[in-house]
């Protein structure tokens, strides 16, 4: 993601812009303090915290202090963006589970240009730099499993096609023929797959089970964005 200068905004707040972008967008969940303080080298957590705080009362992003990385961009950002006029059209394929399993349509085709679908358009610029877009796919989230990431009902998440993850990462799983959208780990003989809700459970998986990763999430669309 590049950036433009605004007024009020120093090089520094747009390197932390930067790094929460393409870390939301490679891990599927925001960076923590710390790890945006080894990036922009800022030793005192304290004070990347000031910076963040700028950027809220700015509109850049949102923070819920109440959960842990609880943060994300709006998009006013898109104001000091430098966004080519290079538009991305993203298929909507369905509906995945942030809470109780449900049928979503197969990904895995070439939906990008299949007017059956509804689609979000998302400017190239904001995908991460090695991220060519061209396979991405988009699904409504239903439920409220995935909260605590500030993933809500209603939401968009883009994916990108993956049949493997790593620990911590944020993949639709199929599991039989229903999808869920969960954090992944990888335990001794079984797979974790965790809600971002205290008060739901994990959904744990045994290793001979038929289970597939199908992507990862490279970015969400607040339900709000879609609506306007």
Do not use: C
């Not at 239903?142 to 049949?163: C, E, L, Q, R, Y």
Request: hydrophobic share 40%; net charge positive.
């Amino acid at each position: 993601m590049m950036v433009r200068k605004s007024k009020g905004i120093t090089d520094k707040h747009i390197r932390v812009l930067e790094f929460v972008n393409d870390y939301q967008s490679e891990f599927g969940r925001p960076p923590s303090i710390r790890e945006i303080g080894e990036k922009v080298k800022i030793s005192s957590t304290s004070v990347v915290n000031y910076y963040l705080e700028q950027l809220e009362k700015k509109g850049y992003i949102e923070r819920d202090n109440r959960v842990s990385r609880g943060m994300r961009l709006t998009d006013k950002v898109n104001e000091i963006m430098q966004v080519t006029t290079e538009m991305l059209r993203v298929p909507i394929l369905g509906p995945i589970a942030a809470g109780p399993l449900m049928l979503v349509p197969e990904p895995g085709i070439n939906y990008m240009n299949d007017k059956e679908y509804d689609a979000v358009d998302i400017a190239r610029s904001l995908l991460p730099s090695k991220e060519k877009g061209n396979d991405l796919y988009a699904l409504e989230v239903k439920g409220d499993s995935m909260i605590d990431a500030m993933i809500n009902d209603g939401d968009i998440v883009v994916m990108k096609p993956a049949i493997e993850a790593k620990n911590g990462e944020m993949v639709a799983i199929r599991l039989d023929d229903e999808y869920t959208l969960k954090y992944f780990y990888k335990e001794k003989d079984r797979y974790r797959l965790q809600p971002a809700n205290p008060a739901m459970k994990p959904i744990m998986v045994k290793k001979n089970a038929p289970m597939e990763i199908k992507g990862k999430v490279v970015m969400v669309i607040r339900k709000m964005e879609k609506m306007t």
